[in-house]
């Protein structure tokens, strides 16, 4: 069955109210004046770890250490699991990076106390007590990401829609093999409220591709706005973790200084 992603989680969403929360701040348990030197990159929906390996290769070359999370996409707890195990691997304080669904991961992930910065590329940040799709409600529906979802639950982006929807500023080969490959989510995570919202006591950082089909524009920086991120503007795709690997590493180049001080 087709539908866009708007439609296909309309099954799912719940309205609840927003909670605070006040977990506790990352420099009570890291100690003042410590470089940051690890990175840990969490992947979205429809796609694997192994596109972030240009963003890792130019913060290697700087002297990061990078730990990249592979997801099942099976569940927000089981995401949030994998990127915990990641976390708990660090020897100090690190940024904590996510694109589009992975936004909502290391949003609950990331009061993890070796976290200083998060960093959103064209991702979500739903707040605590909130679900994923409760952030695309009053915003356009991304007509041009379209999704096949099965009788089980668990999606995938329409082939013949790939390029357009997720990564068109890509070649036909590279966009034919991300679409043979892709890695489907269960959207049934989308209707999971979060317990924790790490964007309320962590710095963040949010880079944002204008072309992105995925979601409205107006919804991404919306959100970005709310968890008050320093936000960066790129011509790009929704798959701009992979087009637009310059950009993505130096915001977190920046996001590690700034957490370093």
Known sequence: MKTTINTALAATAATLAILAISPASAKDAIPQNQLVKNVVLVHGAFAD??????????????????????????????????????????????????????????????????????????ALSPDAGETTAKQYEGFAPATEFVLNTGEDGFAYVARDKFKAGFAHDVS????????????????????????????????????IGKEDKAFDQAMLLRMARRINARVTRVSASHALFMTQPEVVADTIDTAAKAASK
């Open 49 to 122: 770890g192994t596109g972030w390996r240009a963003v890792c290769d130019r913060l290697t070359q700087q002297g990061y250490r990078v730990t990249i999370v592979q997801n099942p996409l099976t569940s927000l707890e089981d995401d949030v699991a994998a990127t915990k195990r990641a976390l708990a691997q660090q020897d100090g304080p690190t940024i904590l990076v996510g694109h589009s669904w992975d936004g909502t991961v290391i949003t609950e992930a990331g009061v993890d106390p070796k976290v200083v910065g998060l960093l959103y590329v064209s």
């Open 172 to 207: 036909d080969a590279d966009a034919t093999f991300m679409a043979n490959s892709q890695v489907p989510i269960n959207l049934a995570a989308f209707g999971t409220k979060l317990k924790n919202a790490a964007w309320r006591t962590k710095p963040s950082w949010a880079v």
